[in-house]
């Protein structure tokens, strides 16, 4: 298979690789593919997760919350791992 790089993502490519991050332009490619595949395969994941939840809601298995509850723990944990 050959592929070609858009002319404005070369020098990305080639900054990748003066940097040692990568060999070869052909590394740089297989590497943003796994990524893809890896994000695709985290998307579908969550996907499931979310439709199991709404399955779980409409059987009447769902729990009630308070928004405001949920950012201030947020803001808390946040917070807290910032070291305010």
């Known amino acids: 298979m050959s592929i070609s790089i ?17 060999g070869t332009p052909d590394e740089v490619v297989s590497a943003a593919l796994a990524e893809m595949r890896d994000r695709r395969a985290r998307f579908e994941r969550l996907k499931s997760s979310v439709l199991e939840a709404k399955a779980d809601i409409e059987r009447g298995n769902g729990q009630s ?3 405001e509850e949920i950012l201030a723990e947020g803001r808390r944990i946040l917070a807290q791992r910032r070291g305010d």
Do not use: A, H
């Not at 858009?6 to 990568?22: A, C, E, K, R, S």
């Open 65 to 67: 919350f308070e928004v």
């Open 6 to 22: 858009p002319p404005d993502l070369v020098p990305f490519v080639d900054d990748l690789i003066n940097m040692g991050t990568y």
